[in-house]
């Protein structure tokens, strides 16, 4: 994973020795290593079994996560559910995170609306990422969308050129980006949406078949 070598994340200090998940989501409910626990309601970590084979990775919990404390569990984790289930993949099979583990939003109205992270908040949460990689040892990675992509696989990757490929990486033997999920659900109109989502259930069928 591509890092800036100048800087080295406060979160670092508070990866447990030996982690395990729940060590890791305990220590992580605590961090303040960017600005953004300030916003949110609570750190999001990741969700899964320790024994999977496939981690998906996100870029940031939206506002129903933020308020329920588990990653994708509103319309783009509904729009990922029913794609892995069309890929014959289950849910509870794997393991899904995000690159960012608080929600980043600015008011509009009533209403919260995400904000994309900024390249020092990455880079303060990607240790909870790496250790989250550690203790799980994925055979895949998914990367959903360019900011999980390009945190993972460096800023010169191009989701719209490299989905659905396989990628040479030291991250886990299989690893691959595709698009992240709500941006189906911004598709400009349902025959586009409808084209997208197949495309998106090609990829994860890809990833099905490698890990038969
Ligand atoms: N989008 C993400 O990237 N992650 C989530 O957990 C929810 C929406």
Request: glycine share 6%; hydrophobic share 40%.
């Amino acid at each position: 994973m591509p890092r800036n070598k100048n800087f080295i994340s406060p979160a670092e200090a508070l990866i447990p020795p030996r982690p395990s998940l729940s060590s890791l989501k305990n220590a992580a409910a605590d961090c303040q290593a960017c600005d953004l626990w300030k916003t949110g309601t609570q750190t999001v970590f990741g969700e899964g079994a320790k024994r999977v084979k496939v981690m998906f990775v996100g870029e940031q919990p939206g506002n129903e996560e933020d308020l329920t404390g588990r990653p994708f569990v509103g319309p783009a984790g509904r729009l990922f559910d029913d794609a892995l289930e069309a890929a014959g993949i289950e849910r509870k099979q794997t393991y899904v995170t995000n690159v960012v583990k608080h929600f980043k939003w600015e008011p509009r109205g009533k209403r919260r609306i995400h904000k994309k992270p900024n390249s020092l908040e990455i880079a303060s949460c990607r240790p909870w990422l790496e250790a989250e990689i550690a203790v799980i040892k994925p055979d895949v990675i998914v990367a959903l969308g360019a900011t999980a992509a390009q945190a993972l696989l460096g800023p010169q990757f191009r989701v719209t050129k490299q989905r659905g490929e396989f990628i040479q990486s030291t991250l886990a033997p299989y690893v691959m980006a595709t698009v992240h999920p709500s941006s189906i659900l911004r598709a400009p109109d349902d025959e586009t949406r409808h084209l997208e989502l197949r495309s998106f259930i090609d990829d994860l069928k890809k990833l099905a078949k490698a890990i038969k």
